[in-house]
């Protein structure tokens, strides 16, 4: 029920930007419902990772932006780490499903 | 510093029903939509459920009609029971926080996850 598309996978060098797109439609992103974003690092929970499209919590490095147009949100990570190797996912709200809904998970690779 | 218990049977037989609970330790119980949230093993994210300290229960549509979340206010705790399993309902049973700002709704905390398997 993955209404919200990103990437399978980006990848990049220690030090470079990698971009995370969340693509939605007019019943969620589009319709004015925010995105926020998780990190999950392998074998663990997910963990909020930004909030109202652009926000950060308590403990995020400011690595980690997030930006909101249209239908669709981004994720940016800035000098990349190899501990920022995990999964990302966004998630909004859809009023036609009536439910919260999440990205397809977007798999980041430190190469 | 709040936290999230969670506990169940990891192992069911098609046709049982699912029984999760989640405690919350260290914090208060209301203001706040309590969460079911489920990741079927190598794949994405999917919402159960919510409930907040009032008893107002909210569904994911496409599970409505064999789930049930509740509250035991006295012991901050919420549950969640699923009828009718499928092997299809496999996955890591996530409990989880919902925060709101400005009437934006996301999952601030969550907790460690179980694994329920169905399989005959």
């Known amino acids: 029920q993955s209404v919200l598309t990103q990437p399978p996978s980006v990848s990049g060098a220690p030090g470079q930007r990698v971009t995370i797109s969340c693509t939605g439609s007019s019943s969620n992103i589009g319709a004015g419902y925010d995105a926020h974003w998780y990190q999950q690092l392998p074998g663990t929970a997910p963990k909020l990772l930004m909030y109202g499209n652009s926000n950060r919590p308590s403990g995020v490095p400011d690595r980690f932006s997030g930006s909101k147009s249209g239908i669709s949100a981004s994720l940016a990570i800035t ?21 919260y809904v999440f990205g397809t998970g977007t798999k980041v690779t430190v190469l | 510093q709040v936290q999230l218990q969670q506990w169940g049977a990891g192992l069911l037989k098609p046709s049982e029903t699912l029984s999760l609970t ?66 299809a309902d496999t996955a890591v049973y996530y409990c989880a926080r919902g925060e709101e700002v400005a009437g934006h709704w996301y999952f ?8 329920v398997t169905v399989s005959s």
């Open chain 1, 79 to 99: 000098g990349l780490q190899a501990e920022d190797e995990a999964d990302y996912y966004c998630q909004s709200y859809d009023s036609s499903l009536s439910a």
């Open chain 2, 22 to 87: 989640c405690a919350v330790y260290g914090g208060s119980f209301s203001d706040y939509y309590w969460t079911w949230i489920r990741q079927p093993p190598g794949k994405g994210l999917e919402w159960i459920a919510e409930i907040n300290h009032r008893g107002s229960t909210n569904y994911n549509p496409s599970l409505k009609s064999r789930v049930t979340i509740s509250l035991d206010t006295s012991k901050n705790q919420f549950s969640l029971r699923l009828s009718s399993v499928t092997a």
């Open chain 2, 108 to 115: 601030d905390l969550w907790g460690r996850g179980t694994l």
